[in-house]
């Protein structure tokens, strides 16, 4: 799980909050009104207010409300998100789908960011080195 920041300037104008990217398995759960898509995905970068997805999908257009499950294996966490496509662009032969998050539990939002920030990712790596002193 990488734990740098994604610094793009432009976005940097139109971003509020910090982006960090990460690799959070995800399932698409409804889109545009359609449910039983059985769409494994996987979230790319999160932050506060969004995040980024990879899909195989090519007709989700901005401005539509998706629902997702996103997992954090490592944290055993497993949390729904209700979202609306901000932006989408074709990356090789993959959509790139930027999410607006709507409804997502604050505690599970708080607990994914602790987990992918360089902070979390820095005490993670300490506690290891105290485990592993005893």
């Not at 409804?30 to 059985?38: D, H, N, T, Y």
């Not at 996103?70 to 944290?75: D, G, M, Q, S």
Request: with cysteine; hydrophobic share 35%; aromatic share 4%.
């Amino acid at each position: 799980m990488a734990e740098e920041r994604i610094k793009d300037k432009k976005d940097d104008e139109r971003r509020r909050d910090k982006r960090y990217k990460c690799l959070l398995p995800a399932h698409v759960v409804q889109a545009e009104g359609k449910q039983k898509l059985v769409q494994r995905t996987t979230v790319h970068d999160f932050s506060q207010g969004g995040c980024k997805l990879i899909v195989n999908i090519v007709t989700l257009d901005p401005g539509s409300d998706i629902e997702l499950e996103l997992y954090v294996p490592e944290k055993g966490l497993k949390t729904p998100m209700r979202a609306e496509i901000a932006w989408k662009k074709m990356a090789g032969d993959k959509l790139e789908i930027g999410l607006k998050i709507k409804n997502m539990k604050k505690g599970a939002k708080q607990e994914i960011l602790k987990w992918i920030s360089p902070v979390g990712l820095e005490a993670k790596k300490k506690q290891k080195k105290l485990t592993e002193k005893k």
